[in-house]
């Protein structure tokens, strides 16, 4: 939440200094169902599909050929999943994506445009492992990796306000897109408490890796000014 309260504060920021130049802004927030299908997913998620909350916020720095606009964008990708494993092994996998990269729109009609994007970044991934054994105890295991990411996109939106208007106005959006990560690699980091008696020195052990590369859809609403 911190974070999304950072962002929010910098695009208002953007959004009044902005005010006394020509450059056109592009700010959205939407959601997205991403499909990671890959097996290496199934014990971390109870299905293939992961619901992400989407934010980004975009800049045009020039014309260019066959397009409208090009612009300089930031976006933010976050979520996560859950599974139970064997009855009694709880796992949680929070997914955060930071990515900068380009976009193009093309206007369509009066009303509707479309764009196409691609950026490169990060993604990180928080898993977070418990099991309670026959005395009623419960373990856990605990680790954060990150990996670098690629994602590409095209999409369309719709704006009851023309193309060229200016000032303010809204639009809905539509976006297919795929991302592709390299995998995230966890190690077993046990979390317990020091009774000040009796620590015993542990050393990680890897535990496997997680695949979150796949095709996505979403839905969002953009401010353009």
Known sequence: MRTLAKLLAFSLTVSAASQASAREWDLRFGTSAHVASAPSMDALSSHDTIALGDVSLAAKVTDAPFVDGLFAELHWQFGGVSAVDFGNIDS??????????????????????????????????????????????????????????????????????????????????????????????????????????????????????????????????????
Not at 169 to 191: C, I, N, Q, T
């Open 92 to 225: 949680e996998l929070g997914l955060q994506s930071l990515r900068g990269g380009v976009m193009g729109v093309r206007a369509l009609n009066s009303h509707t445009r479309a764009f196409a994007r691609g950026d490169v970044g990060v993604l990180a991934g928080s898993l977070s492992m418990s099991a309670m054994d026959a005395n009623g105890q419960t373990s856990k295991i605990a680790d954060r990796e990150w990996a670098p990411c690629a994602y590409a996109g095209v999409g369309v939106e719709l704006s009851p306000a023309r193309n060229d208007a200016h000032g303010f106005h809204l639009a809905l959006g539509v976006e297919l897109g795929y991302l592709a990560a390299a995998d995230l690699s966890f190690s077993a980091k046990p979390s317990y408490p020091n009774d000040g008696m009796a620590h015993i020195t542990t050393a990680a052990a890897p535990i496997g890796s997680a695949d979150a590369s796949g095709w996505s859809f979403g839905f969002h609403i953009a401010g353009r000014w």
